[in-house]
Each structure stands twice: as structure tokens, then as C-alpha cells.
């Protein structure tokens, strides 16, 4: 489910809140799926239960997630990126992929496709 890399610049609570982010917007994680409480995640991730509910919290401020005593942390609806944005996604990464990019290579070419796009 979510990986922590510790030579990551971000700390373990940005990549788990990136992950479950994109694990929510791409589809991943459906809406109304039920997350792991912030104590089971907190142990399996090996990370203080601190590290993880302040992750939760960034996404419910976000919208992405909603907490309830009974129910625990669920998606929240209408957060999935359009179908045809995800493939469209899915099809630039294999293409860089097959090109011999790295991850790092390919965000900066789509930042780059990013801010000529907002400069038009």
C-alpha cells in the first residue's frame, strides 16, 4: 500500500499523505473505502501514531478523507481524477518509462509542460 523511502526529501508523513492522495484521486482507494486506523498504519509503516495522524488530518483538511469515532477515516466522494486524465497519465509514464526517464526526469518534464500551459 505505501511505501516510506528514507532518503526521500519529504518526511514520512508528506509521502504517506502524497500516496494516499493519489491512491484516493486515481481511483485506488474507492470512495467511502475505509483507511487503516492511524495506530494500525502507524505500526506497519514503523513510524511514530503522531506521523500518521497528522497525514489523516492534512487530507481531511483537504477534503479528501472524513473521521468519524464509529466509521474511522473513509474517502470522501467526488475526489477521482477524470478516466481519461488517469489513462492519459498511465500512458506518459510508460512512454518515459520505455524512453529511459526516471521518475525525477518525467516530473520535471511535466512541470515544465505544466507552466507553458498556464503562461498561455
Known sequence: MITLESAHP????EQIRAQLAAMIRS????????LPTVRQLAGDLR??????????KELEAAGL???????????NAGHMLAPRL?????????????SGLGLEELQNLVEAAWKSAQAT
Do not use: F
Open 10 to 13: 519529504a518526511g514520512p508523513s
Open 27 to 34: 481511483g485506488e482507494l474507492a470512495e467511502d473505502a475505509k
Open 47 to 56: 513510524v511514530a501514531v503522531g506521523t500518521v495522524a497528522k497525514a489523516y
Open 65 to 75: 478523507v472524513r473521521t468519524g469515532r464509529a466509521n474511522g477515516t473513509r474517502v
Open 86 to 98: 488517469l489513462s492519459d497519465a498511465r500512458v506518459l509514464a510508460s512512454s518515459a518509462k520505455e
